[in-house]
């Protein structure tokens, strides 16, 4: 297990942290947090896979500064298609999480509690 | 929503307006510096939670109404889609969300890019209006049996909670 | 025609940001409905344009101007034409009938608002040429039919949107990180760019069978498969009638079935395992669905378990279809289970959105859905009634209505291809299928009026004008078994599905002269 594939492991270990927190927590926050966690395990394993370091040094940021062209960019700067992935999906987990929310207000302004082993009305 | 205590809202007074002004600075400068529509719209939206959570509700909505904060999120939305379909027009190579090439300055210049500067400021309003819309929607929300402020709750006309 | 693929979905974004606030000015009343309406029949006249274009001129849309392989692209083949028809017809139907549906609920223009998004994101994954637009347009439904089931916000409906959405954003987690780990691997995004460069560079290799496994868990929830379907039979029941018809008739098949067809089909060659694991799902499905709904007492709680149920049915004949290309059958056997997947498709979305809608009618005239409180229907509400029978004779498979033509052609094609166990499963399932539609109309339209339905009168025109038409539409989609109809509308989804399976090896030609023009197409 070479040291390099760490970062990928612990981003799938934040991963499946996020999914014990929605699976198996009864309290409706907490399930909230749990989403948000998977959800920017993601993220982030998105950020590592565009990840690349040419030449050594330290990886370059996809800046066009007015020292550089174009082509320095494309060949040495980090891959910058999977931070536009990442800020879509940063969108839209704000999307959901300002869905969830509301919904959990209103859960418990109906049910009067955040415990989801409370809310069994529909079953069956 | 009451407001603060009188330092906070002193605070406020000095501070809200260079956030505001921050988040309009990441906006203009979307194309050139990292950032961009969305980045400066959660914070221009941040200055507009900061004078709600001061100076309380009623204060704000006279500031800024909740009609307001609905309509410029539709019109924001409205001006992204239409500098999209604005792409069809472009010359010799026109579709949608095309840029116009005879419009692209030298990179690194404030007028540049050409019609990218225009959508990084319709999604900053957008994405400003909304999320303050958001929090005002979360956290203006009545219980059933108190009194509504804002306008009724979603749902059926026949059920109790629309009383 | 093909400088017009983004207006389907300009066109109901457009809708969904203006109707929130127009719909202040147009009050509580049916008006709000004018504006959807016509935009969605803009969008049906588009579609319909669309569909008569052969595929030769409808090439992919680069957005922006930018060329393949770098653009994001639209692309409109057989099989996206027919479910963009689809979902343009029904939709617009279903907005007729929420004209005056919506009226026992507050805010029409937030629900219009949100209807026109969820259409936005259908279109937008049914034309997505690549895999992150793909991604984008189904969480743009999914978030829209978060917020529709919730439309009551009653405690019911809540608890329902509750669960679909902490399932649904899982579902759409995993299909992010298969994203993640495709693009880690092909170094693309476009839909024919890695179909190209999987079948270049040696075929499934480990790290895709893991992304494969995500894609499908993914979309095996989005389209409400066995094991994966627990949010299904609280959240359709949970929502207002005419969005029941919309996410059980439409969105299970947009985002769900069609994206596992083009991606086991198109991006990952179709080889024999998915084909079995597509086999195994739909089975289980098809048996469980129909076995959880047999007991169900609430109208719509088993019109949802029979959704799951019949799209256990489509799944099946495409995975066996798979599986019969990969084993080397006839290629006839193989379109005819195909055609049988596609049709039974189409023939559900009409059927079930049918009869939700009537379920919706029903609720609406009587204000229950469960079925010991219901009796005489037929009686007092005679069209509805009358639709009534109509959905659920096909939904059993009566001729010559069209769930008959589709069943029949999904057990033929299973019995030419040497799958006789299935057959017989499936015979079976169509029976109990039947026995339980039998139940729900001795329940509902036979009998004494009970006495909530003593109360009930007809619905309202629009309301009966809907449900007339989606019963006409399934007495005639059955013609889409006629050779002529079938060669226009589903044939060339089904030349898309074989052509992308039959994609020879990469020889030695370099990948950029490769003519891939579309997703998985050859020309």
Not at chain 2, 38 to 49: K, P, S
Request: some cysteine; hydrophobic content about 60%; proline content about 5%.
């Amino acid at each position: 297990m070479t040291l390099h594939m760490l970062p990928y492991l612990l981003a799938f270990l934040l991963l499946v942290v996020g999914l014990y927190a929605l699976v198996a927590k009864r309290n409706v926050i907490k399930v909230i947090v749990g989403l948000l966690i998977m959800d920017y395990a993601v993220n982030l394993l998105l950020v590592l896979v565009g990840y690349r370091v040419v030449g050594g040094g330290a990886p370059m940021a996809p800046i066009l500064t007015p020292d550089l062209t174009p082509a320095d960019i494309a060949a040495r700067a980090v891959d910058p298609l999977p931070q536009a992935l990442i800020l879509t999906s940063i969108v839209i987990g704000l999307s959901v999480t300002a869905l969830v929310v509301a919904l959990a207000i209103r859960l418990y302004d109906r049910y009067g509690t955040f415990d989801t082993g409370r809310m069994r009305n529909l079953r069956g | 929503m009451r407001g603060m205590s009188l330092i906070v809202k002193n605070t406020t007074r000095l501070v809200a307006g260079f956030i505001a002004l921050f988040g309009a600075y990441i906006v203009l400068y979307g194309h050139v510096t990292p950032g961009g529509g969305f980045a400066g719209g959660v914070i221009v939206a941040g200055a507009l939670v900061l004078v709600v959570l001061a100076f309380g509700e009623r204060f704000s909505r006279e500031v800024i109404s909740h009609e307001v904060v609905r309509a410029s999120d539709a019109a924001g939305a409205l001006a992204f889609l239409g500098v999209a379909l604005f792409g069809y027009l472009a010359p010799n190579a026109g579709a949608f969300f095309a840029n116009f090439p005879d419009l692209l300055g030298t990179p690194g210049n404030l007028l540049s890019a050409g019609t990218i500067p225009i959508s990084n400021l319709a999604i900053g309003v957008k994405v400003g209006a909304g999320l303050f819309g958001v929090f005002l929607a979360l956290a203006l929300f009545r219980r059933r049996g108190e009194q509504r402020l804002m306008v009724p709750d979603a749902g059926r006309l026949d059920s109790e909670a629309q009383r | 025609m093909e400088n017009l693929l983004p207006l389907f979905v300009a066109i109901p974004l457009a809708g969904g940001f203006l109707m929130p606030v127009l719909g202040r000015f147009f009050g509580p009343g049916r008006s709000s409905a004018i504006l959807p309406i016509l935009m969605v029949a803009g969008v049906l006249v588009l579609a319909v344009r669309l569909v008569l274009l052969p595929d030769a001129q409808t090439p992919p849309y680069w957005m922006g101007a930018w060329d393949f392989p770098i653009g994001v692209s639209l692309v409109a083949d057989g099989l996206s034409k027919l479910v963009v028809l689809l979902v343009a017809l029904i939709s617009l139907l279903v907005l007729v009938f929420s004209m005056d549906y919506m009226t026992h609920y507050t805010h029409p223009g937030l629900y219009y608002g949100l209807f026109m998004l969820l259409l936005a994101g259908m279109n937008g994954v049914v034309l997505a040429g690549d895999l992150f637009n793909l991604f984008v347009f189904i969480e743009v439904a999914g978030i829209a039919s978060y917020a529709l089931v919730a439309f009551g916000t009653e405690a019911d409906e809540l608890e329902a949107a509750f669960k679909y959405l902490v399932l649904g954003s899982i579902a759409s987690t995993f299909v992010l990180v298969a994203i993640a780990i495709v693009y880690n691997v092909t170094g693309h995004l476009n839909l024919a760019k890695i179909a190209e460069a999987l079948r270049a560079g040696g075929g499934l290799t480990v790290p895709i069978y893991l992304a494969a496994a995500f894609l499908l868990m993914g979309f095996a929830l989005k389209a409400a498969l066995v094991p994966f379907h627990a949010w299904l039979p609280d959240a359709h029941p949970s929502a207002p009638a005419p969005i029941s018809a919309m996410l059980s008739g439409l969105l299970i098949k947009a985002c769900g079935v069609y994206v596992l067809f083009r991606l086991v089909f198109a991006v990952f060659a179709g080889a024999e395992v998915f084909g079995i694991i597509l086999v195994v799902l739909g089975t289980l499905s098809m048996v469980l669905g129909v076995l959880m709904a047999v007991g169900q007492w609430d109208f719509k709680r088993l019109l949802a378990y029979h959704s799951i149920s019949q799209m256990g049915y489509v799944v099946l004949a495409i995975g066996a279809a798979a599986v019969m290309q990969a084993r080397g059958l006839d290629d006839a056997v193989v379109a005819l289970a195909l055609f049988g997947g596609l049709f039974h498709l189409a023939n559900h979305a009409v059927f079930k959105s049918l009869l939700f809608l009537c379920s919706g009618s029903v609720e609406y005239a009587t204000g229950t859905r469960q079925l010991k409180l219901l009796g005489g229907v037929g009686r007092r509400m005679p069209v509805t009634g009358a639709c009534l029978r109509v959905a659920a004779l096909s939904i059993s498979g009566v001729p010559p209505l069209n769930g008959f033509w589709s069943k029949l052609i999904i057990v033929l094609a299973l019995v030419l291809g040497g799958f006789y166990t299935l057959a017989i499963i499936t015979v079976i399932v169509s029976f109990v299928t039947l026995l339980s539609f039998a139940k729900v109309q001795r329940y509902v339209l036979g009998g004494e009026p009970s006495e909530a339905t003593a109360r009930a009168r007809e619905v309202p025109f629009a309301m009966c004008l809907a449900s007339i038409f989606l019963a006409v539409l399934c007495l005639a989609s059955a013609l889409l078994v006629l050779p002529s109809v079938r060669e226009r509308l589903v044939d060339p989804a089904v030349a898309v599905l074989k052509a992308a399976v039959h994609l020879p090896p990469a020889s030695d030609a370099e990948p950029s002269t490769v003519a891939l023009d579309a997703a998985g197409r050859v020309p």
